[in-house]
């Protein structure tokens, strides 16, 4: 877990992407696995997603696309872990 000196990692400025409210759930489930130190993963986000598998891994896709979210490692069974990127690699 991180320090109570910590910054969290969720960032206002999702909001002013116009991205899904899918989307912006996935990201923010991102958050609070990485603020908790858990592994983000789709394991992990499987555990905690309440909506079809296939909506998460729509989110998951689309912030890749956006630059908000970056597969660091994935397997041949689609199990992958993920950081969050920073706001300047973010694609607007």
């Given at each position: 877990?991180?320090?109570?000196?910590?910054?969290?990692?969720?960032?206002?400025?999702?909001?002013?992407?116009?991205?899904?409210?899918?989307?912006?759930?996935?990201?923010?489930?991102?958050?609070?696995?990485?603020?908790?130190?858990?592994?983000?993963?789709?394991?992990?986000?499987?555990?905690?997603?309440?909506?079809?598998?296939?909506?998460?891994?729509?989110?998951?896709?689309?912030?890749?696309?956006?630059?908000?979210?970056?597969?660091?490692?994935?397997?041949l069974e689609d199990k992958?872990?993920?950081?969050?990127?920073?706001?300047?690699?973010?694609?607007?």
């Amino acid at each position: 877990m991180n320090n109570d000196h910590a910054k969290p990692s969720m960032n206002q400025e999702i909001f002013k992407l116009g991205l899904s409210v899918e989307t912006i759930s996935v990201y923010l489930l991102c958050c609070g696995l990485t603020d908790q130190g858990a592994v983000l993963s789709t394991k992990n986000l499987l555990g905690v997603w309440n909506g079809n598998p296939e909506a998460l891994y729509e989110g998951i896709k689309i912030l890749e696309e956006r630059k908000i979210l970056f597969k660091i490692i994935s397997d041949l069974e689609d199990k992958s872990v993920y950081k969050l990127n920073d706001i300047k690699s973010w694609k607007p």
